[in-house]
């Protein structure tokens, strides 16, 4: 994902920014999705690309229209459980099932909510902070839903 310094930016820049972000994103599902051979982890794959195209559609409309609304309106982060830190990062190999799956596009979705919350963070006082800091909201969003997969699945029972 993209290293970015906190620093503000226009509005246009900052959204151009965030669909930047998030058509690499997608790119990396894609790719992903284009090597594996397990169903079950192309399906999982599949909808995390799936959701970084409507992510960017949306902001792509909000160059449009000049404003961003709609479902990156979430006022709060949802708290997730950091899987991240427990699972390995690694390039995904043709024979990953869907604990492969699972643990790759979680490393995804956590760089881009780093992303979104040091973009929010460089533009502190601005109005790009919140537009930052919604979609980043939406992205742990996205976070929380495959950990929870993940937990249901790979995690035993205390």
């Known amino acids: 994902m993209s290293e970015q310094s906190p620093a503000c930016y226009t509005f246009e820049a ?8 998030e058509d690499e994103g997608f790119r990396h599902y894609l790719q992903a999705m284009r090597k594996v051979k397990d169903k079950h982890a192309k399906e999982i794959l599949k909808e995390a690309a799936l959701d970084e195209l409507e992510h960017k559609k949306e902001l792509e409309k909000a160059l449009v229209e000049g404003t961003i609304e709609g479902s990156h309106s979430l006022e709060r982060p949802v708290p997730t459980m950091n899987l991240d830190y427990l699972l390995k990062t690694e390039e995904l190999k043709p024979d990953a099932g869907v604990r492969e799956a699972l643990a790759y596009a979680i490393h ?7 992303f979104y919350r040091r973009m929010a963070q460089g533009c502190a006082g601005a109005p790009m902070a919140g537009i930052f800091e919604r979609i980043g909201n939406d992205e742990s969003r996205h976070l929380k839903a495959l950990e929870d997969l993940y937990e249901e699945h790979f995690l035993p029972e205390n």
């Open 14 to 21: 900052a959204i151009e920014m965030a669909v930047k972000m």
């Open 108 to 114: 995804l979705e956590k760089g881009s909510l780093d």
